[in-house]
């Protein structure tokens, strides 16, 4: 649908709010995590796919609905989920025997004018690129994670949406946890409005400038080791070329 034309785009303007998305799988386990009753016998995982704010802040102000395209082998493939509570996830809950790719689909506040956009998740129900240590440790807790930080950006907003984005909002706090507000949003107590990255990691929520912090260490480290090994490599291949030189040398004073 055409947007009223009496909307304009922000020129210039770019926006992002920050979320995550992703999986939880486990294996079910007699004690662990029992097979509810009528799970079809061939199901080995129960698994959880799911769209949420990072540090499970409030993305309904901007996030209104996401569709989740499961598997055509599951029965009702397509699943919407709208109405959550704010900071809360939008999640499918399923059990199953097989990974697969998931288009999940976000649907934006009617205020954006903006069209829905899909992006791809592979569900993951087994864990890989671990080491032993690792494959032990998820043997004892076999839960497979595979969580994805992204940024939603808003390329020249409508100025109606950039308001509603911007708009500062009583903290999700003490009286006004989970109430709405002047603007018809809602907080809850973990939901306030933020496009802001926690500093530190907790539990459950890794994403965090901490995290990134270390991530840029590991990649510097790694970054220093190549450049170590390429020195290594080109001063061995020096040495060689070198001898060779000698040999060719040596044999063409042998040979004549
Ligand atoms: C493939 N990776 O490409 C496989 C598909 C589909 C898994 C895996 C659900 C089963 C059900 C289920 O685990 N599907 O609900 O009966 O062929």
Redesign the pocket.
Known sequence: MAPPNNQKRLKGIQIFRPFVFGSTAKLFDPTENPKPPGT?ED?THSWTVFVKGVDDTDITYWCRKVQFKL?D???NPLRTIENIQPGTAFQVHET?????EITIKLYYIPESLEKPQSFYHHLRLHPYGVNDAEREAMRLAPTINAHCYEEQIFNEPYEQFYELLTSPIARGKGKNAGTKTMKGGMVSSTGERTALIPLASRPDQPFSRETEKLEIKRLREAKGKIEGMNIRAQEELKAKEEELAKLREESKRLLG
Do not use: T, Y
């Not at 199953?96 to 697969?100: A, K, P, V």
């Open positions: 079809p199901h598997h082998s599951i029965p199953g025997w097989g990974e697969f």
